[in-house]
């Protein structure tokens, strides 16, 4: 069983930035792939980024690029995600997840899911 906790979300400007932090208990290693996901209501769920845990390697959502970056500190269990020059349609809650299988964009591939934190982007 794995735990995940996101924190780091809260209301930012347009142009502004945060960071976001998603803290693992349980196992975390070898295959292992840690993705942030956003939704906003009445949306499906969205891939916004992913690294694998064991080598680092990132992966970036195309409306997003240039924007992100994820990354990782192997001995505390802990994904970040900061994010530049935020807009609007950034609005959603964050969550990250955890995939055992190897990289994937989907959710559905995703067997880890924490509560999420509200990222508002507003004047």
């Known amino acids: 069983q794995v735990q995940l906790v996101e924190s780091g979300g809260g209301l930012v400007q347009p142009g502004g930035s945060l960071r976001l932090t998603c803290t693992a208990s349980g196992r975390i290693a070898g295959g292992y792939v840690m993705g942030w996901f956003r939704q906003a209501p009445g949306k499906e769920r969205e891939f916004v980024a992913a690294?694998?845990?064991?080598?680092?390697?990132?992966y970036y959502a195309d409306s997003m690029k240039g924007r992100l970056t994820i990354s990782r500190d192997n001995a505390k269990n802990t994904v970040y995600l900061q994010m530049n020059i935020l807009r609007p349609e950034d609005t959603a809650v964050y969550h990250c997840a955890a995939d055992r299988s190897g990289y994937s964009d989907s959710p559905s591939d995703y067997e880890y899911w924490g509560q999420g934190t509200q990222v508002t982007v507003s004047s």
């Open positions: 690294i694998r845990w064991s080598y680092g390697a990132a």
